[in-house]
C-alpha cells in the first residue's frame, strides 16, 4: 500500500496480517533510522501505525497491540462510565485507594519501594480485559461512531448513573440488533472479562521502568490486556468516587485520542480532548514541537491533523 505522510512524502508499505513490516521504503529518507532526524524517524512510525490500523480496518485482521487499540479502549471506556458508584469500587477501588495514597496520609494497597516514592510521574493502574464474545465487541464498537460517550461521560461527570443514560444505551444497543437481556447496571460487567490487580509503574532511567504489583484475587486471561490505564497522581484531584469514574473515563478517552494523533490522523470528534492518556506519549508532546500539548488541560489546540486524514476516518 502507499502511505502519504504529514510532510507529503510517499511510503510504500507491505504488513502481514500479523501486523509484522515486510516492506518499507521512502526515498525522501535515508533507509537507515540513525541517519534521519527524530522528526523524520516519527513520520516514518507513523506511517507504519497507520498502515497497520489500515489493515485491521480494510481486512479485519488482528494487525494492532490489544492495548493500543482505540476500539477496544473506547470500548473499555464505555464499560467503565456505564458503573454504578458500587461497581467502580468492586473494579478500580485499589486504583483509587492507590492513587489517594501518594497525596494524602492513607495506606497504599501495595507498598512502593523507596525509588518508586522518589521518582516522578508515577502511573497506577489495572489492566482491563474486554468480553472475549467477539460479535457484541464488534457491534459496540461501532458506537465510537455515535455521541453516546459523550452523554456517557457526563453521566460519570454528574453521578447521574440513575438508569436514564443507561435507558438510552440499552435504545441504542436494541437498534443495532445486540441482545441486551441482563439489566442496564450489569452492562458494562458483561462488556469486562476481568481486572487486573492494581499496579505501580516508574521510570528508573530512559531505558528502564520499574513495577510492583498486588497479588490477583483471581486467575486473569493468558493474554494482553485489552486497555491498560496509566493515571498519574499529581495529575488528578477527586475525592469522590464519582470523582475518581469521571478521571478514569477522562484518562481512557486521552489514550484513545492518543492512538490516532500517533498515527499522524485526527481522533473522532468525540476523543478530541485534553488531559494525560499514554505515558509516553506525554514525553512526546512535551519535548518534540512538531506534536501540540495534548497532555495538557489548559493547551490551546488549533491542530488536529485534520489536513492529513484520509476523509473517510473524520469524524
Known sequence: MSVIDNRGSEHLIEINENGEIKYHECEDYADNAADRTVMENEHNNQVRRFARYHVYLERGYDTLNPSRNPDRIATA??????????????????????LRSHVENSKPVV????????ADLRRVGQDIYLSSEKDFISSIEELTETDLYQQL??????????????????DTLAEMDVDFTESAAHFGDSLIEAVGPVGVR?????????????DSSQPLPDREPDARPQMIADFY??????????????????????CYIEMGIAPPEAFRVLG???YENIGWYRHHEFYPDY???????????????PEGLLG
Not at 464499560?79 to 485499589?94: E, K, L, T
Not at 461521560?153 to 440499552?170: K, M
Not at 488541560?297 to 488549533?302: F, G
Open 77 to 98: 471506556m464505555l464499560a467503565v462510565a456505564s458503573f454504578i458508584p458500587d461497581q467502580v469500587r468492586q473494579h478500580f477501588g485499589d486504583t483509587r485507594q492507590q
Open 153 to 170: 461521560e457526563a453521566a460519570a461527570t454528574t453521578g447521574a448513573s440513575d438508569g436514564t443514560q443507561l435507558n438510552e444505551l440499552q
Open 276 to 278: 494525560p492518556g499514554f
Open 295 to 309: 497532555y495538557n488541560y489548559h493547551a490551546e489546540i488549533d491542530d488536529w491533523q485534520e489536513e492529513h486524514t
Open 202 to 214: 516508574w521510570e528508573e532511567s530512559q531505558e528502564t521502568d520499574k513495577d510492583v504489583t498486588a
Open 111 to 118: 507498598d512502593e519501594p523507596r525509588d518508586a516514592r522518589q
Open 237 to 258: 484531584d477527586f475525592d469522590t468516587i464519582e470523582g475518581f469514574q469521571e478521571d478514569l473515563v477522562h484518562h481512557l478517552r486521552c489514550q484513545v485520542r492518543d
